[in-house]
């Protein structure tokens, strides 16, 4: 039958999908009856739920990334990005890495792309702001929170000193609240080894919509989170809005106004533009319109999943699935399957999953939890946390590196050196370069 099958995007849905059809179709792809290629500028798949623990240093970035390469020998891995699908022609515009870009043709595509950080046209906020969505905004993150309390230790100057040590994150859902609390536990216990940084000098905000946080976990477990964070000095500002942050001053709609250096905006998120350019329908929130079998509505040999997705919830009628990896990973099981099914002329079978809550992690030792109805609190959902996203977390060697991770860390304490200086390897060159001009 010779038919190429392209997936647009290597995150969850991508690897999952692709991970489960190099298994079933191992016959034909040996045959060279079916070729699978992935595009992504990235070569590995990032387990976004362990980003805040990188940031924080219990877990080594390249830790928590699934080198995509190596998990699936029998896929062809292409670096770039798909900037247009032309469905009608069953081809896509490929921009790779380095080079002029070009079409690729393929007979079955799966839109997997996933989504971007959501923002608002506030003033000031790309200037200063940060996202929390790959693992080269955590580390930046984590490198910037501990450079700012050198900077802090370092100054006679109190305003300078105050700046540095005011830390916002704007969006109190999971990926704010587990980022902030993270950072905010690993920036105290850094503290130890300052001179004159104390714990309560640190002024950590989270700025917040909506009249609640964490809703992942429930209204209840949502509460607790709340209480939670501000027992331990963290201002929650519920029902307010960021409405500014030029060169760092932030205003808020409550009538506050202070300087912070950083600012992180994980105020959710919306699909990857790639769903801008091409053919394939949208529906009303800007997602690939899909049907419950994961196809896109309307189209044959189109199908999408995941983040990028409008996914009819049939358990819930009326509504979506939220984006989320709980169904990411599930969809992308269900989709290969559909796949296999079209290419063999079956019946396709539609994606059905009920929603059974979240974990989440709040500093070591600290979490929460709400999952099939049962709500767990402090050590014991820290403990669920990690234990199952490492039951999640992508292949055996990674599960091994995880682990090795937090068991050094059970015997040594954690790293809390900034190597901010990675960002900028050139600069030292370039400073002796300009000496020898002069
Ligand atoms: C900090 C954080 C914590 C989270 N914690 C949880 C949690 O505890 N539980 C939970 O269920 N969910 C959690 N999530 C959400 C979860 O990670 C996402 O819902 C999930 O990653 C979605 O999977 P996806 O395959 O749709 O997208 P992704 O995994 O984001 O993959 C999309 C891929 O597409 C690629 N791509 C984008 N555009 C293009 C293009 N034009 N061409 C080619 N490739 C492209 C990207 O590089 C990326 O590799 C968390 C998210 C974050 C950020």
Redesign the pocket.
Known sequence: MNKHIVI???????LYTALRLQRTLRRELRAGEVNITI????SY??Y??F??EAAAGNLSPRHLVAPLRRVLPKVRILNG???KVHHAERTVTFQPAGGQARDISYDVIVM????ISRTLPIPGLTDIGIG??TVGEAIALRNRVLHLLDVAESTDDPEVRRRALTFVVVGAG??GV??LAELEDMAKDSTRYYRNIEPSDLRWVLVEATDRVLPEVGPEMGKWTLEQLRERGIEVKLETRLESCVGGHVVLSDGSAFEADTLVWTAGVKP???VNSGDLPLDERGRIKTTAALTVAGTKGAFA????AGVPDVTNPGQYCA????H?VRQAKVLADNIVRHLRGEQLADYRHKYVG???GLGLHQGVANVYGVKLRGFPAWFMHRTYHLSRVPTLNRKVRVVVDWTLALFFKRETISLGEVEHPRDGFRAAVATMRR
């Open positions: 647009v995007g290597g995150g969850y849905v991508g595009i992504d500028p990235q798949m990032t976004q739920p980003l805040p990005t798909v900037t997997a792309a996933g989504s929390f969505k999971f990926a587990e980022a990857s533009t790639v999943a995941g983040d990028v984006p989320n990896a709980q990411a979240s974990v989440a």
